[in-house]
């Protein structure tokens, strides 16, 4: 039997981080993973391929260039799936050279197989010529992702009727698909196949889409979808997913009938905890896979750590590597400095994209917080025009008293990149009036910090003004 001092099970984002962690604290360390799945679903079925989709699909069909070179303009005509995989394939192989690299580097070894624990410190690991290895260690870090939910009346055929996982090895760009599920991924894949052509269909069972985020953001997006003629419809139930030699029909409980070449059913995900016999660890799965944790990601048996998606909200790449640090830190005694917070940036990598960092306009209004708001618009910059986008936004939310920045929105070219400045000024506790007197590089839409920092300041200079409860300074003419 092989002993370590933490073994991690499974390779994706969190895996990863936990386990070179373990290894840069001088700790020997382990990661299982199945032969096809190194670094994850991020890397082989979710994250990675599903983000370089959409860059093929983005330079493919010319779309961000339309508004410069007229809305006929296409890189390339007719787009095939085999123009979309070359290039997801080629960053797929790219990325786990560079994941065994950095384990390699970092001397945390690699057992090939499915694991399953045949006590709280012990697993066994079963490769597929079935031949199985017994690993044992003081700590166990459970990252073994989520797989697609697969409700009994649906029947997945990977072909016509497919899951967010099938989706990348489809034969054909469908003239026409129907997404069940308005959720983040749901909602992603959707923009991608719009913008190829494809007349898309959402159906989701809420009265909207996304609500965590800020409905300025997503009348935005539901806007720019449209425009990509997609049609939404919400407050409804799928009934049956019909399969016929001409294609699928998707019932809705309303009696409504959808025909459609291909069905993306996106609704959730399963935690892959089936086989690793948590029970014998001493946990216990919830009905959709997912395992409890306390703020150090630690489960209910003290040794035994589980981050990434396998505990749930937010699932994000970004969010389980962080995870993964620090319930290595925290198993070999290692300081993290503070807990892992709020100020966690959401990126929703649609078509256009959008992200955001802190607080909703509602949430703050639910809980009587005093905000102003400032926003700048993308075709009101230099950079904006030079891009061709004129319909993205920043906005940020100011507390009336304090000043400080109380949460940041961005949509359109770029969001998931531009949200990190005002996450940093948070972070730091800075306010608005640092933005209001830094100085950014021009033409940037980094800029749209300082153009929304001034709206806000404005608004309430003018409150300040009426009521002379503040310094006055006299607006420009």
Do not use: W
Not at 99 to 106: C, G, K, P
Not at 159 to 167: A, N, R, Y
Not at 197 to 212: A, N, Q, S, Y
Not at 322 to 351: C, M, N
């Amino acid at each position: 039997m092989d002993s370590y001092d933490m073994i991690v099970i499974g390779s994706g984002p969190a895996g990863q981080k936990a386990a070179i962690a373990a290894a840069k604290l001088g700790r020997r360390a382990a990661i299982v993973e199945r032969r096809d799945m190194v670094g994850g679903v991020c890397i082989n079925t979710g994250t990675i391929p599903s983000k370089t989709l959409r860059e093929a699909v983005l330079y493919l069909t010319g779309l961000n260039q339309r508004e410069l070179y007229g809305q006929s303009y296409r890189v390339k005509q007719d787009i095939t799936i085999s123009d979309l995989s070359a290039r997801t394939q080629h960053v797929i192989g790219r990325e786990i050279d560079v994941i065994r690299n950095q384990l390699a580097r970092n001397h945390v070894h690699m057992y090939v197989g499915t694991a399953r624990f045949t006590d709280p410190r012990t697993i066994v690991v079963t490769n597929e010529a079935g031949n199985s290895i017994e690993l044992r260690a003081d700590k166990i870090v459970i990252a073994v992702g989520t797989k697609p939910a697969h409700p009994s009346t649906v029947d997945f055929d990977g072909e016509t009727i497919v899951d967010s996982d099938q989706i990348l090895s489809i034969a054909k760009v469908p003239s026409s698909m129907v997404v069940v599920g308005a959720g983040v991924i749901g909602i992603e894949y959707a923009s991608m196949f719009a913008a190829l052509g494809t007349k898309v269909t959402i159906i989701e069972r809420r009265p909207t889409m996304l609500d965590f985020c800020d409905k300025e953001i997503i009348e935005a997006l539901q806007y720019q979808l449209r425009e990509l003629a997609v049609t939404f419809r919400y407050s409804e139930t799928v009934r049956e997913v019909q399969k016929h030699p001409a294609g699928t029909l998707t019932v809705l409980e309303s009696g409504k009938k959808i025909p459609a070449d291909t069905v993306l059913y996106s609704a959730g995900r399963q935690g892959l905890t089936d086989e690793l016999n948590v029970a014998a660890a001493g946990l216990a799965a919830s009905n959709r896979g997912k395992v409890e944790v306390n703020e150090n990601f630690q489960t209910e048996v003290g040794h035994v750590y589980a981050v990434g998606d396998v505990i749930g909200f937010p699932a994000l790449a970004a969010t389980a590597m962080e995870q993964g640090r620090r319930a290595a830190y925290h198993a070999f005694d290692e300081p993290v400095g503070s807990k892992l917070g709020e100020l966690q940036p959401i990126g929703i990598y649609t078509i256009p994209e959008l992200s955001f960092v802190g607080r909703t306009e509602e949430s703050l209004t639910s809980a009587n917080v005093p905000f102003e708001v400032g926003v700048s618009r993308y075709r009101e910059l230099a950079r904006g025009a030079i891009l061709g986008d004129s319909y993205g936004m920043l906005k940020i939310l100011v507390h009336a008293e304090s000043r400080e920045l109380l949460g940041v929105h961005v949509f359109g070219t770029n969001a998931t990149e531009l949200v990190h400045i005002g996450q940093t000024v948070m972070g730091c506790g800075g306010t608005v009036d640092y933005l209001v007197d830094t100085v950014f590089n021009y033409p940037t839409l980094a800029e749209s910090y300082k153009v929304a920092a001034l709206d806000a300041v404005n608004k309430m200079r003018a409150i300040a003004r009426v009521t002379q409860t503040g310094p006055y300074h006299p607006l420009p003419e």
